[in-house]
């Protein structure tokens, strides 16, 4: 009988290919698989659901940030209220340099501060006090004696101003430190 | 208290699908890695997808479903642990040394070797055929191609063994 028979190779293929993948696996592969996925399962934590601690947590993180930017945020603005500084010419900048930085300053005093309220009347009027109101009356009245009074303090001589003497004293060393 | 009787319910009947099916899932996954571990792995892996997809609940057919996951999931290894294929040369070479060939001949061993020297696109359905209940209908199913081409493949590469084999028995005749 020949070996290399069509028949002969035919039943080593099919029985071949029938054990192909025809392995068991190793005991216990449910199990294993059970207890991986039980260890892939999301856990709570202390019984409470992850969104349970998450909200709030977002929240304070909110308010937080919203608190430290608010103050941030005024100052930044203060900061940009007087912006009608002089120009500094720099030093390496040359005429081109200049012209920028004073159509820069130009800009700033044509542009209104911001915040502060615009007056009608600089410096603003304000009523009179009583001490000045009776200085006005004393005036009126006896222009003469408030003549002679203010003349006196301006016709005193101011008192010479006196200095203590500075005395340094010698150095002790000998000069090596 | 009902949503845990439903979470207890649901699980048990997860454990029930893995300890029905998890030798299939094996072996679908075995033919395409030929290793042991590799292919536990596999399941492993295509059990917890399935589970967190949460598609084994609605699945009219769970063997096809399983089998395709087991597949994609050993796919995806294969190029990690696929040993270098077989030199096609070496049943040659066992047939040069006919008497050594004859005590150490197992047909079985060496188509195996043949089969997994083959080219992917030939080998994975040819294997898949020899999973148990698996048919054309269902390859072509697990593998996303058409049933014809499942057909053709598989027929092509039984064309290709038989040569093969054809060849290194007559060779191992005429030595004799």
Redesign the interface.
């Known amino acids: 009988m020949?070996?290399?028979e069509?028949d002969?190779?035919?039943r080593?293929?099919e029985?071949?290919?029938?054990?192909?993948?025809?392995?068991?696996?190793?005991v216990g592969?449910?199990r294993?698989?059970?207890e991986?996925?039980a260890q892939?399962r999301p856990r709570r934590w202390l019984g409470f659901p992850r969104w349970a601690v998450a909200i709030p947590l977002a929240a304070c993180l909110l308010v937080g940030a919203f608190v430290w930017m608010r103050p941030r945020a005024s100052q930044k603005q203060a900061a940009h209220a007087p912006a009608a500084r002089p120009p500094v010419p720099s030093e390496t900048g040359g005429p081109e340099t200049a012209l920028r930085s004073e159509v820069r300053a130009a800009r700033n005093k044509r542009r209104p501060a911001r915040g502060l309220p615009k007056l009608a009347e600089f410096p603003a009027r304000v009523p009179v006090t009583s001490e000045e109101r009776a200085l006005l009356a004393l005036a009126r009245e006896a222009p003469e004696q408030l003549r002679a009074a203010f003349g006196d303090q301006q016709n005193k001589e101011p008192e010479p101003i006196r200095l203590l003497e500075i005395r340094i004293q010698p150095l002790l060393s000998d000069g090596n430190q | 208290m009902a949503a845990g009787e439903d979470r207890a319910a649901r699980e048990a009947r997860?454990?029930a699908l893995?300890?029905r099916q998890?030798?299939f899932a094996?072996?679908?996954a075995?033919?395409i890695l030929r290793n042991?571990h590799d292919?536990?792995d596999a399941?492993?892996e295509s059990?917890?997808k399935m589970?967190?997809a949460g598609t084994w609940e609605c699945a009219v057919n769970e063997r096809g479903l399983l089998a395709r996951v087991a597949w994609r999931t050993a796919v995806d290894r294969l190029p990690r642990v696929r040993h270098e294929p077989l030199d096609p040369a070496m049943p040659s070479q066992a047939a040069r040394d006919p008497e050594e060939a004859a005590v150490a001949a197992d047909?079985?061993s060496?188509?195996?070797r043949l089969?997994d020297a083959l080219p992917e696109e030939l080998r994975q359905p040819?294997?898949l055929?020899?999973?148990e209940d698996l048919n054309s209908r269902e390859i072509a199913e697990v593998m996303g191609i058409a049933e014809g081409t499942v057909r053709t493949r598989i027929m092509r590469a039984?064309q290709i063994?038989?040569q093969k084999?054809?060849g290194m028995?007559?060779g191992?005749?005429e030595n004799r």
């Open positions: 020949r070996i290399d069509p002969e190779v035919d080593i293929l029985t071949a290919l029938a054990g192909y993948s025809r392995q068991e696996p190793l592969l449910d294993r698989v059970l991986r996925i892939a | 997860f454990a893995v300890e998890s030798r094996f072996r679908v075995y033919a042991t292919a536990e399941v492993q059990f917890l589970y967190r047909w079985n060496v188509v195996a089969v040819l294997a055929s020899t999973v039984r063994l038989r084999l054809a028995m007559g191992r005749h």
